[in-house]
């Protein structure tokens, strides 16, 4: 008989070698407490930018059972190769009619059915078009076939995620979780006696950088307005953000939403 309660794990943004490296400790730790079903987002997993083939079959090498992305999804050229043959991979939703890939995806596992969707947020983007009735009836569709919803909301202003959130709660998604700024917020909740929901749940990778990216290269573009060409940041010490959400299997709702945060310290693996 199948679980009543089951557990999914959704990582924040995974930033370059050092985000791979501490989300791939960071599951082999959890040993027998793995989640049922593993989310990420991967649009900076390939050194910041992008996502190739590769990183994209090593991720799913860890157990991660699904990739969200974003606007930097199409970073690295190659992704037109792949994201139409890549089944666990979705880009944002909100891109016009006829882009390659797809924007939501209905995911089975262990007998259990997952629909994950991902949106683009507008504020502040300039980018991403606007897709209400769309969104709309690809959460219809997917509740067809399973009453748990994961929405990604890659968006950079908090005020629209936190409206949005509120929004596709009334509609019974199961969680919405906000990615893109790279720094967890602390507001977890759960909307609407149903939607589990962050404003930002973080990111995966170096923690002595700026948001992952190297800080003497994030300076200098702050003190000379001049576009450099931003750097992983890599100090061997990580972090690994993410939320742990518990949701009824037979209902779609979140019972409860959990946030992690986790040091990974390079040198202890001895590497």
Request: with cysteine; proline share 2%; aromatic share 8%.
């Amino acid at each position: 008989m199948a679980q009543k309660v089951i557990k999914i794990m959704f990582l924040g943004d995974i930033v370059g070698k050092p985000g791979r490296f501490a989300v791939k400790k960071y599951i082999e730790k959890m040993e027998d407490s793995r989640p049922d079903f593993i989310i990420a987002n991967a649009e900076n997993a390939s050194h910041g930018f992008g996502l190739t083939q590769k990183n994209y079959e090593e991720l799913l090498s860890y157990g991660i059972d699904c990739f969200t992305s974003g606007n930097h999804i199409w970073d690295k050229r190659e992704i037109f190769t792949y994201i139409d043959g890549a089944a666990r991979l979705i880009r944002p939703i909100n891109y016009p009619k006829g882009t390659s890939g797809k924007g939501f995806r209905v995911i089975e596992k262990n007998g259990y059915k997952i629909g994950v969707i991902n949106l683009l947020g507008r504020t502040f983007m300039n980018i991403g078009e606007s897709c209400w009735e769309e969104t709309e009836e690809a959460i219809t569709e997917m509740k067809k076939e399973t009453p748990i919803v994961i929405m990604d909301i890659h968006a950079e202003a908090s005020a629209e995620k936190i409206c949005l959130g509120k929004y596709y709660g009334e509609l019974e998604v199961s969680a919405v979780i906000g990615t893109h700024t790279h720094v967890q917020t602390s507001d977890e909740r759960i909307y609407n006696n149903f939607c589990g929901y962050i404003t930002d749940v973080g990111y995966c990778g170096d923690i002595n950088g700026v948001i992952g990216m190297d800080y003497s290269v994030s300076l200098n573009r702050l003190k000379t307005s001049i576009p450099e060409r931003l750097d992983i940041s890599d100090s061997g010490e990580y972090e690994v953000n993410g939320v742990i959400l518990r949701i009824d299997s037979e209902t779609g709702r979140t019972e409860s939403i959990e946030r992690i945060k986790e040091r990974i310290i390079k040198e202890e693996e001895r590497l």
